[in-house]
């Protein structure tokens, strides 16, 4: 290695500490340049091609999951119809907030929504970002304001998590972020344009797909859980009640809807038992039985 060259190695790797690799490799291909190593064009490739493998490799943004969760929603609301009661949805958009604000992430991009989607299958969805969709059929499993704080919870839990974005592949954002470049949509062209709409379609699609049909993984399930019960807790209501909802879900032998979308029911509940062995079990108080009437109160016949 020349003089020059094992320089040039120093001074990378000193800039290395306090820029990103991006600006490394710009201040090196200026440095080649200016040495005659590199020509304009090849400084002007490789200065490039390190812009794109920047983007593509950084995480996604809480701006970015926002718009994502806002066409996930969106997508649902393509198969369901919200349901039409404007004080069941003020109802558990109270209770939402409430366990969202006890949440480790109790702030998004674009805030905590929650809403009713008007069908009898039993299920509920955490869309990236802080959208919150609960079925009537599930609302109507419940017995209680305290299991729906449950349920809520449990979807908060994935929100907190970024398990809706974790199922979008690496590969798969990194060629959206790459098709985008650094322009304006008013700036490409209609070709360049349709692919980074088909692209970004693709990666909405992998989060559908996952909350829709394949499910989450039973670790993510169980993080979820666990954090259920420290926000239902922190919140003011007994987590014991996710336990009596997973019970009742059980017993009733109901399949597809919840069980596959949120899988293992019968071992996620041995671990929230146990969970709240090991934390102490709060006593029911007068309070949660007037949460209960209130929410006996609500008619969800549809």
């Known amino acids: 290695m020349t003089r020059q060259l094992a320089s040039l190695t120093v001074i990378l790797l000193a800039l290395g500490l306090t820029m990103s690799c991006a600006e490394v490799v710009k201040v090196g291909t200026s440095i080649g340049e200016a040495s005659g190593y590199l020509s304009s064009t090849e400084k002007a490739s490789i200065d490039k091609v390190a812009d794109k493998t920047e983007r593509a490799a950084r995480p996604i943004t809480d701006s970015e999951e926002y718009y994502i969760g806002r066409a996930v929603a969106a997508r649902f609301l393509g198969q369901y119809r919200l349901l039409d009661d404007p004080k069941a949805t003020l109802?558990?958009?109270?209770?939402?907030q409430t366990v969202a604000r006890a949440s480790d992430r109790p702030r998004t991009h674009g805030g905590y929504h929650f809403a009713i989607l008007d069908t009898d299958d039993i299920n509920a969805f955490a869309c990236p970002g802080g959208i919150v969709?609960?079925?009537?059929?599930?609302?109507?499993?419940?017995?209680s304001e305290d299991e729906v704080a449950g349920i809520l919870a449990h979807e908060v839990g994935h929100v907190n998590h970024q398990d809706g974005i974790a199922s979008i592949s690496q590969a798969r954002w990194g060629e959206v972020l790459a098709a985008a470049g650094t322009g304006t949509a008013q700036s490409f062209a209609g070709v360049e344009l349709g692919?980074?709409?088909?692209?970004f379609e693709d990666a909405i699609n992998d989060v559908f797909k996952t909350l829709v049909v394949n499910g989450y993984s039973r670790v993510q399930e169980s993080k979820a859980d666990q954090a259920a019960l420290r926000y239902t807790r922190r919140a003011g209501y007994n987590p014991q009640a996710l336990a009596d909802f997973l019970a009742r879900l059980e017993e009733s032998g109901v399949s597809g809807g919840f069980r596959t979308t949120h899988p293992g029911t019968a071992e996620r509940l041995q671990e929230v038992k146990a969970t709240l062995a090991g934390s102490g079990l709060m006593p029911v108080t007068a309070a949660q039985k007037q949460r209960t009437a209130r929410f006996q109160a609500l008619n969800l016949s549809g």
């Open 133 to 143: 969709l609960v079925t009537r059929g599930m609302l109507k499993m419940a017995r």
């Open 91 to 96: 109802y558990i958009n109270e209770i939402g």
């Open 195 to 199: 692919s980074l709409v088909s692209l």
